[in-house]
């Protein structure tokens, strides 16, 4: 095992600390984007916000299509309620990766805070053609539908989600509100 996975290892375990002195220690650490985003990740972890996008951008510095780093760029832009520059960054993830479900949803995410409907619409659906059985991309396109007051829709998706988890509480409750709407 490499140090990046033993790194890895130990970041999964919470032991943030020990896996920023092991990572460190990776050959050619400062022009590795691997090592370099995994450090940003640590750094994030460990409530070094900064440390976190520098390590991030110097992934990118090294390898301009490695879309993991740009992806948590626009994770961390979100966390800190930069919404516009959680998009910017997420695109950019995207172009490098355009098949993966958590990027579209993620965009989704953000472009719903804007309030921005029919981007937020566009984006769910586009990470449930790659991911159907999401859940939170099924509640939440339903959610959207529900603000955006397409009732049939907003119930026709909080059913899905009530088959991927009969248990899940925002579903029945938006269940039951897009049927009572639907039947007023």
């Given at each position: ?133 999401h859940l939170e991309s099924n509640i939440n396109l ?43």
């Amino acid at each position: 095992m490499d140090i990046i996975d033993q790194a890895y290892q130990l970041y999964e375990k919470k032991q943030w600390k020990r896996a920023k002195i092991l990572i460190r220690k990776e050959k050619n650490f400062e022009f590795n984007p691997v090592a370099l985003n995994l450090a940003g990740s640590i750094e994030w972890k460990l409530g070094k916000i900064k440390a976190a996008k520098q390590y991030y951008l110097l992934a990118t510095k090294w390898q301009k299509d490695f879309w993991p780093a740009y992806y948590n760029l626009g994770n961390l832009f979100y966390e800190m309620g930069k919404i516009d520059q959680a998009i910017q960054y997420y695109r950019v993830a995207l172009s490098y990766k355009g098949d993966h479900f958590r990027i579209f949803y993620n965009l989704a995410t953000c472009y719903l805070k804007k309030e921005n409907i029919e981007n937020a619409i566009y984006y769910f659906k586009k990470a449930l053609e790659l991911k159907p059985t999401h859940l939170e991309s099924n509640i939440n396109l339903a959610k959207t539908y529900f603000l955006k007051k397409e009732y049939k829709k907003s119930f026709l998706y909080f059913n899905t989600s009530l088959a991927l988890d009969e248990e899940n509480t925002v579903a029945k409750i938006g269940y039951e509100k897009s049927w009572k709407k639907l039947i007023s």
